[in-house]
């Protein structure tokens, strides 16, 4: 049986523009990632449903989807992002 390694990947939370350095396990959902990047970013973890994710420049619409399925290998990149853009004035 092979046991997959815990990877290094990178979230940017747009809010802030962090990058963030978050070791996580290939059966960890996105869903839990972005609260952890939240989290990391002193963004309020119970305003984490007006969050998305977006993976490769795509939105990842089942959050409940983990790393290792979505593909995400060590040094892979995610954004977090408000659902709804707000103006920039």
Known sequence: MTVAAARTVKVTVADTWQQLQIEAEPDETVANLKVRALEGADIPIDRAGVYEVKFGGALVRDES?????????DGSGLVVLARRRRPVR
Do not use: A, I, N
């Open 65 to 73: 989807t983990s790393l290792g399925v979505l593909g995400m290998t």
